[in-house]
């Protein structure tokens, strides 16, 4: 039904920023959650930001409120993932996922069993 690519992620110096983008398949991407979600070697994935259907609800993990800003396009089928002051911490593989029956709110808290996911893209901020 859906797939999703993610890309923009690389190497970036501490206090700089990188976009990175996720391309969605299909004619139903309107109707999708979307949502972006990280993960460090070792760790456990991580929520960062979702965003609704019609791009008005937008949620953020505490660690990137004020740096981070997700948006989408619907008529491209792309949603997007503005990082700018990046810490080491912020040092993870980055996946994009979609979700059809859940709010923006909602998938914040529950990425376990959402529909689809991108295969990721990393991201290294170095100190």
């Known amino acids: 039904q859906v797939q999703l690519v993610e890309s923009g992620g690389g190497l970036v110096q501490a206090g700089g920023s990188l976009r990175l983008s996720c391309a969605a398949s299909?004619?139903?991407?309107?109707?999708?959650?979307m949502g972006w979600f990280r993960q460090a070697p070792g760790k456990e994935r991580a929520f960062v930001a979702t965003i609704s259907r019609n791009g008005r609800n937008i949620e953020y993990a505490d660690s990137v409120k004020g740096r981070f800003t997700i948006s989408r396009d619907n008529a491209q089928n792309t949603v997007d993932l503005q990082m700018n002051s990046l810490k080491p911490e912020d040092t993870a593989v980055y996946y994009c996922?979609?979700?059809?029956?859940?709010?923006?709110?909602?998938?914040?808290?529950?990425?376990?069993?959402?529909?689809?996911w991108g295969k990721g893209t990393l991201v290294t901020v170095s100190s």
């Open positions: 996922a979609a979700d059809s029956s859940t709010t923006a709110a909602t998938m914040a808290v529950m990425s376990g069993s959402l529909d689809y």
């Open positions: 299909g004619r139903t991407f309107s109707r999708y959650t």
